[in-house]
């Protein structure tokens, strides 16, 4: 990620680990803590996006003064304490940047959120320095605004070739590249997990063609290479995610396996389960559900030695809904067992850091879309309604997600009027999320609702939904 300790006196000067930082998390793992950080803000009325990646580059310092709007948060969490005691310098000692070299500027390229036009404002205290900020202006007024913040963040993404650079172009790529591809991957993720992935994936998509220009570049250390590879690869399985999310299957298929085939040059076991994690979710909703259970054991196969048993019930859970696509109640039943018995084993440091979104609202989200393929509506539909209600704020696109997934179920069980309630409740959310597999679920719950349309509420949500506009690809 960027680091703010890269001075312009200092360029090479490697960063020192806030030992102070690391103590207060305690026990907690880094995404334990990074939600609380979440909550802090949402206490005094911030807005942040923290993740464990967040937490690592503080405690590895790389973030050595953290933005303004991180400082509050934190001096609201340890009152009494300043930042020095936090384990951060004085923002004396990291302003005042010069121009950036070559290098940086292609970094920066490959920043899909970076609003570089944009004026010198109160929260962004580096005007030449975007990346090392959590968020940037656009970034965050995306987060802020409500109808409108999916155009509003999509506009920012490209185009952001490196080769419009001649000068960045003739240089091998280093740690600032390797940084920027690293931001550009966390960023996207930031930004579906609030509004979906229509309107971003075709502008996501050019970071990713500079990411891999920089592999065809070579690195001149090996350390910055794998890091290359492992945030090309990331990035990748991002993008192939909004194309998978914005109904783009075969533009989705052909990332993850450019993905999988990184991790397969460079050795990266998890890269590896990352890239069949998202095959096999992709395969069940294009219904190949015998490949999307090939995939997951696959998945489970490179994540073994990981020992991450997060990642390894997420990896089950990919494996029912194959088994629930094949009808095989009794395969998707054990996989479900395996999965939950892994959940319950907590977090652990060898957690993907991709894996912040996997909670017990996920785990019970993808839990109800099993047994809804399987045709029990009512446990689905009990399922769903635990995810709805255990869904941090923070994911905009699975509360939107979850509660479709809920009005589905209760039509099919035969409960319209609570169907409707729910259904009414996502519209509200399409102001603020885009997704195409949403709308396609609503679609589909206004069908089996057309009959009932005398029920309390289902006329409202049938008018609502037949207004909607069509989504565009783009």
Known sequence: ?????????????????????????????????????????????????????????????????????????????????????????????????????????????????????APYGAHRPYPNDPLNHEESDVLRRAFMTGTGATVAAAATLGPLGIATDASAAS???????????????????????KHGADGLYRRAAEPLR?????????????????????????????????????????????????????????????????????????????????EAVRAAQAAQRAARPLGSPRLMSLLALREAGGWAGLADRAGCRQALVRAQALFGRGTSEADPEWMSFYGEAELAGLEAQCWSTLGDWRRAARHARRATRLQDPHFSRNIALYTAELADDLARDGHPDEAATAGLSVLDLLAQVQSSRIQSMLAGTARVLLPHRRASGVADFLDRHASLPRPRRG
Do not use: K
């Not at 091998?172 to 690293?182: D, F, K, L, N």
């Not at 910055?224 to 914005?246: F, K, M, P, Q, Y």
């Open 1 to 117: 990620m960027a680091s703010s300790t890269d001075t312009s006196a200092q360029p090479d000067r490697p960063p020192r680990p806030n030992t102070a930082f690391r103590q207060l998390r305690g026990r907690r793992s880094p995404a334990e803590f990074a939600a609380l950080v979440r909550r802090a803000a949402r206490e005094i009325g911030e807005r942040v996006s923290c993740d464990a990646r967040y937490v690592g580059r503080v405690e590895a310092g790389e973030i050595r003064c953290p933005n303004y709007a991180y400082e509050r948060v934190f001096l609201h969490m340890f009152p009494g304490r300043t930042l020095t005691d936090l384990g951060f310098a004085p923002r004396s000692t990291v302003r005042g940047r010069g121009a950036r070299p070559a290098t940086a500027r292609a970094a920066a390229a490959l920043d899909p959120f970076c609003d570089r036009d």
């Open 171 to 193: 240089r091998r790529p280093g740690t600032s590249e390797a940084a920027a591809v690293e931001e550009a991957v966390r960023r996207i993720r930031l930004l579906d997990d």
């Open 210 to 290: 500079a990411a891999y220009a920089l592999l065809d570049a070579g690195a001149t250390r090996q350390t910055t290479a794998e890091r290359l590879h492992s945030g090309a690869g990331e990035l990748a399985i991002s993008v192939g995610w909004l194309a998978h999310d914005s109904g783009r299957f075969d533009d989705a298929r052909s990332h993850y396996a450019e993905a999988l085939a990184t991790s397969r040059m460079t050795g990266d076991a998890a890269l590896e389960a990352h890239a069949f994690c998202n095959t096999a979710f992709l395969a069940r909703d294009a219904g190949r559900p015998r």
